[in-house]
Nanobody, 115 residues
Framework: QVQLVESGGGLVQPGGSLRLSCAASGTIFRLLDLGWYRQAPGKERELVATITNSASTNYADSVKGRFTISRDNAKNTVFLQMNSLKPDDTGVYYC?????????WGQGTQVTVSS
């Protein structure tokens, strides 16, 4: 069982930055494939970025060049550095961890980009 706790969300002006963190319980963190997803009001949850257990990364086209996903296996934590934020980035951001056949989700953290 893996429990995920996100933090770092908040209100930021357009063009600003935020850094999200997701702390995971358990002893298998280094084996997990990790990701960040988001859900805007009235829309479906969508992939933002993923990082595999070998540190390969993948990004949604809408965030490429602005967001960076990283992991610290010693601290059981995955990060999402978000720069040049836009109002369209507003939503609840969820941390995801996967190890076949299991799929774990955090409770989410709200990010609001508004002036």
């Amino acid at each position: 069982q893996v429990q995920l706790v996100e933090s770092g969300g908040g209100l930021v002006q357009p063009g600003g930055s935020l850094r999200l963190s997701c702390a995971a319980s358990g002893t298998i963190f280094r084996l997990l494939d990790l990701g960040w997803y988001r859900q805007a009001p009235g829309k479906e949850r969508e992939l933002v970025a993923t990082i595999t257990n070998s540190a390969s990364t993948n990004y949604a086209d809408s965030v490429k060049g602005r967001f960076t996903i990283s992991r610290d296996n010693a601290k059981n934590t995955v990060f999402l550095q978000m720069n040049s934020l836009k109002p369209d980035d507003t939503g609840v951001y969820y941390c995801n961890a996967r190890i076949h056949p299991y799929d774990y989700w955090g409770q989410g953290t709200q990010v609001t980009v508004s002036s």
